[in-house]
């Protein structure tokens, strides 16, 4: 299984972007999908998740009112808007075990390489 996660790079507070995840279709259509962050210094943490029909969301209180996760076939995004300084990181796509984007990191099982997000003042 291959995660291939895009559209980070450098933007300035108060932006938007969008990050895009390219999953194997065939692989990923029946389970859920997640997005997670690591900044330097700190644990990787839970951005958002979805269940694998996109009915079900649910998006980490520092960033709820701000991003959106959604996805169509055969990809996974992570609409960003009224972007901060402390949300730089290296975002992560993850694949989820079962069918539901779930907070807990430890359920997923297959990741992306990451892409880098950063947000100046």
């Known amino acids: 299984v291959q995660l291939q996660a895009s559209g980070g790079g450098l933007m300035q507070a108060g932006g938007s972007a969008r990050l895009s995840c390219a999953t194997s279709r065939r692989t990923a259509s029946n389970n859920g999908m997640g997005w997670f962050r690591q900044a330097p210094g700190k644990e990787r943490e839970f951005v958002a998740g979805?269940?694998?029909?996109?009915?079900r969301t649910s998006h980490s209180d520092s960033v709820k009112g701000r991003f959106t996760i959604s996805r169509d076939s055969g990809r996974v995004y992570l609409q960003m808007s009224s972007l901060k300084p402390e949300d730089t990181a290296t975002y992560y796509c993850?694949?989820?075990?079962?069918?539901?984007?779930?907070?807990?990191?430890?359920?997923?099982?297959?990741w992306g390489q990451g892409t880098q997000v950063t947000v100046s003042s």
């Open positions: 979805i269940s694998w029909n996109g009915g």
């Open positions: 993850a694949q989820n075990r079962g069918t539901y984007g779930s907070q807990d990191e430890r359920s997923y099982a297959y």
